[in-house]
């Protein structure tokens, strides 16, 4: 089994619609956890830290379910730009970085 | 203020042939590490360095080796290079281990043919 396992996609959503992503990890020593964005062809670039009682950015809401082992990332709203591949992240207890394969996310107009 | 920086962009090699990478770290950043990500895939861990010392390691052969000099900048470095190290190899870069404020570089795509 993966140590983060998400869906790869590709979710096609139409603009302003809501989607929401989910990802499973299966070290509970984990420390934290991160959703990075990652555009074609690019570097990741940091979405957002997940907190355990669940942050809110603009549009974008992460929760962390540490009993079930899951984090969760919700967009509102969804814009054009929001199109890439969204990487789960987790640093284990060695401070690495152990990253998802990433869901693709297409917003239509 | 630079970000990380990374060269070349792109390069393209041989089956058998060595390359370096380069990676510069965001003013004010002391570690670095290196990631794989092959197409499809998220980034796989090769390897930190702090303080000029290889500081941890992932699941990669020898073949795959760095360096850190005294400005922190950076190399990887690949022997015998395979059809399957042909990937984006990207370079991050932190005060220590504070992963909620790394900085990444835009990689390097590696093509062996």
């Known amino acids: 089994r993966k140590e983060v396992e998400q869906d790869p996609g590709p979710f096609n959503v139409p603009e302003g619609a809501t989607v929401a992503f989910n990802c499973t990890y299966s070290n509970s020593a984990s420390q934290s956890f991160f959703w990075y964005r990652q555009d074609c062809r690019k570097e990741p670039k940091l979405l957002m830290s997940v907190y355990s009682s669940g942050n809110e950015d603009g549009r974008f809401t992460a929760q962390l379910n540490r009993a079930s082992q899951y984090i969760s990332l919700l967009i509102r709203d969804s814009k054009l730009s929001d199109s890439a591949t969204y990487l789960c992240?987790?640093?284990?207890?060695?401070?690495?970085?152990?990253w998802g394969a990433g869901t693709k996310l297409i917003i239509k107009p | 203020d630079a970000g990380v920086t990374q060269s070349p962009t792109h390069l393209i090699k041989t089956r058998g042939q060595q390359v370096t990478l380069r990676c510069s770290p965001k003013s004010g950043h002391d570690t670095v590490s290196w990631y794989q990500q092959a197409l499809g895939q998220g980034p796989q861990f090769i390897f930190q360095y702090y303080e000029e010392e290889e500081r941890q390691r992932g699941n990669f052969p020898d073949r795959f080796s760095g360096h850190q000099f005294p400005n922190y900048s950076s190399e990887l470095n690949v022997n015998a290079l395979l059809l399957g190290d042909s990937a984006l190899y990207l370079c991050a870069s932190t005060v220590g281990a504070t992963w909620a404020e790394a900085f990444f570089g835009q990689g390097t795509r590696l093509t062996v043919v």
């Open positions: 992240v987790l640093m284990d207890s060695n401070y690495q970085l152990i």
